[in-house]
């Protein structure tokens, strides 16, 4: 079991940015963000895999941006430009793949406690 933890999140106004981090207890897998809605499905924000390849959800594309430090385990999620509809529950998830394939929250093994992002209009 991969250990996962993280920070960061907040409340900001519409426009604003907003950086979140995971610790992972073990890397050099597919690593990924997803935010949930009370009431709906958790959604795929980005991910990246061993390779550095990344995927964003249509949604976030030129807003946000995914980073991970393979030395430190750690993935990064840099949000910019954030609207009320990026408002969620924010999880760092780990998926024991090389490869991410489709980003899909069944697919993934490991999950973050999750970290509340609030934007207001």
């Known amino acids: 079991q991969v250990h996962l933890t993280e920070s960061g999140g907040g409340s900001v106004q519409d426009g604003g940015s907003l950086r979140l981090s995971c610790a992972a207890s073990?890397?050099?897998?597919?690593m990924a963000w997803f935010r949930q809605v009370a009431g709906n499905e958790r959604e795929g924000v980005t991910s990246?895999?061993?390779?550095?390849?990344?995927t964003y959800a249509d949604s976030v594309k030129g807003r946000f941006t995914i980073s991970k430090d393979d030395a430190k385990n750690t993935l990064d999620l840099e949000m910019n430009s954030l609207k009320p509809e990026d408002t969620g529950i924010y999880y760092c998830a780990l998926r024991l793949t090389t490869e991410c394939g489709p980003l899909r929250a069944g697919f993934f093994s490991s999950w973050g406690q999750g970290t509340q992002v609030t934007v207001s209009s």
């Open positions: 990246t895999d061993r390779s550095g390849r990344v």
């Open positions: 073990a890397g050099y897998y597919c």
